[in-house]
């Protein structure tokens, strides 16, 4: 009976213990001819496994987004930096441009005025290849050609939604935060330089049809119909540059 209890308890043992294989500890590829197998840079894998931050800026010196088109895979992040001025991230169909897409993406009105060391932002994760069209909800900007389109099927694409924007009589604004979030980075990480301060960018007297709003001031303007304009800023100097007849 020791006997048998004995037996079974090395038999139990012995299964418990690795096995010993022909060829272990050998790997198998070692084998293989190298030539077979030649060495590649497997740069665009990699780049298509890796989730990348888009910079794409928002105003400056003139009211547009550069780049006005970018390419961006599900995973992405298009990171708009918000600079001279007030502008917007707002969606819109690709037919109806400066017209809030219901449901669609809205940052909000987000500034930049002189001398900012802190640059907002608005960080929009990628969850669709399909074109994605961009505007700019504040004042004339969108039918003033402040447009962008996301993942556009074609240059064309992004040159006729444009042109539609510019045909627009009105820009309507968005109203809630959608679709990304809004925060900040510091300036020195932004990928622009920001326009000089505007009493330097605009010397009195100097090129009156420059855009005036590039001050950061709040702007009421009514497109549709006989054009008024009502313009608010902080400075004697962009006040300057609002047409006169
Ligand atoms: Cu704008």
Do not use: W
């Amino acid at each position: 009976m020791r006997f048998f209890q004995l037996s079974v308890l090395l038999a139990a043992s012995a299964g418990a213990l690795p096995q010993p294989e022909v060829g272990s500890g050998i790997p198998s590829e070692a084998f293989q001819p190298r030539a077979k197998q030649p060495f590649t840079a497997r740069t665009d894998d990699v780049g298509a496994l890796a989730n990348k931050i888009i910079a794409v800026i928002v105003g400056g010196a003139q009211d547009y987004y550069i780049p006005n088109m970018v390419q961006a895979d599900v995973g992405d992040v298009v990171q708009f930096q918000f600079s001279n001025g007030n502008h917007t991230v707002t969606q819109s169909e690709e037919a109806s441009p400066c017209s809030p897409l219901t449901g669609g993406v809205h940052s909000g009105h987000i500034p930049y005025v002189d001398n900012q060391t802190e640059v907002g932002t608005f960080n929009l994760p990628v969850t669709s290849t399909d074109p994605m069209f961009i505007y700019c909800a504040t004042g004339p900007h969108c039918v003033e050609g402040q447009v962008m389109v996301i993942n556009p099927a074609s240059e064309d694409q992004v040159v006729n939604y444009a042109k539609t924007a510019q045909s627009q009589t009105e820009s309507i604004d968005g109203t809630a935060i959608i679709g990304g979030t809004v925060g900040t980075i510091p300036l020195e990480a932004a990928a622009f330089v920001p326009a000089a301060a505007e009493e330097e960018a605009a010397p009195p007297g100097e090129d009156p049809a420059a855009g005036g709003d590039a001050a950061g001031g709040n702007e009421t303007v009514v497109l549709s119909g006989t054009v008024t304009e009502t313009v608010t800023v902080a400075t004697a100097t962009a006040a300057a540059a609002v047409p006169t007849a």
